[in-house]
């Protein structure tokens, strides 16, 4: 079946300038979490969505990051008045709910590069 | 502060041979471990993880070891082979939340 997508793969923006970015996990799978790589360093959380529940935003880096997931599924990440440290890889994960199992399947991601 | 370490940021191995992609922890809350390996403009693909309550999961070509009371684990890759080039990360899970957390990976170079 079809994997995590993710769009669009290669954003370059201007620094100030806001950037929406795309997520559409794996059909039926009720977890969803967004994670950013940068240069050099190892994934890091930014939020995590499951089911009809609260999102878990504890690793968004201010305020001008949000997050949002419609009817349970697509999600879209936006960043606000982007700036040079948001340039990264933007990687989305899901993974089924009501299982034992915590494997995270992941999108190819968006590499983001402020200028 | 970094809960999850690959001190080797990368690593060469001759075909046949044995990879040891290690990672240490710090948060004894971590009770679920799990490997991805990730080529690059893909995301992470899933490998093979390992609960707390063993020391030892074998899959194939791969096991991974858990030595709780080091706060360790480590990855043998036996035999390597070229296609197995790629970064590994180490992730944990800490048995009251979902999200993961990663190392820094080990980027691992199979030479012919």
């Known amino acids: 079946g079809a994997g995590v997508s993710q769009s669009p793969s290669n954003k370059v923006t201007e620094k100030g300038k806001d950037v929406e970015l795309r997520c559409d996990p794996i059909?039926?799978?009720?977890?969803l979490y967004w994670y950013r790589q940068s240069l050099g360093q190892g994934l890091e959380f930014l939020i995590y969505f499951q089911g009809n529940s609260a999102p878990d935003k504890s690793g968004l880096p201010s305020d001008r990051f949000s997050a949002e997931r419609t009817g349970g599924s697509v999600s879209t990440l936006t960043i606000q008045r982007t700036q040079q440290e948001d340039s990264a890889v933007y990687l989305c994960?899901?993974?089924?709910?009501?299982?034992?199992?915590?494997?995270?399947?992941f999108g190819p991601g968006t590499r983001l590069t402020v200028t | 502060d970094q809960q999850v370490k690959q001190n080797s940021p990368s690593l060469s191995v001759q075909e046949g041979r044995i990879s040891i992609l290690n990672c240490d922890y710090t948060n004894s809350m971590f009770d679920y471990f799990l490997w991805y390996k990730k080529y690059p403009a893909e995301g992470p693909t899933f490998l093979i993880s390992?609960?707390?309550?063993?020391d030892k999961n074998e899959d194939g070509r791969f096991t991974v070891f858990l030595n709780k009371s080091a706060k360790h684990l480590s990855l043998h890759i036996v035999p390597s082979q070229p296609g197995d080039s790629a970064v590994y990360f180490c992730a944990a899970r800490p048995g009251t939340a979902s999200k993961l957390t990663f190392g820094t990976g080990t980027r691992l170079q199979v030479t012919l």
């Open positions: 059909s039926g799978h009720t977890a």
């Open positions: 390992i609960s707390s309550i063993k």
């Open positions: 994960a899901s993974r089924p709910g009501g299982t034992s199992s915590y494997e995270q399947y």
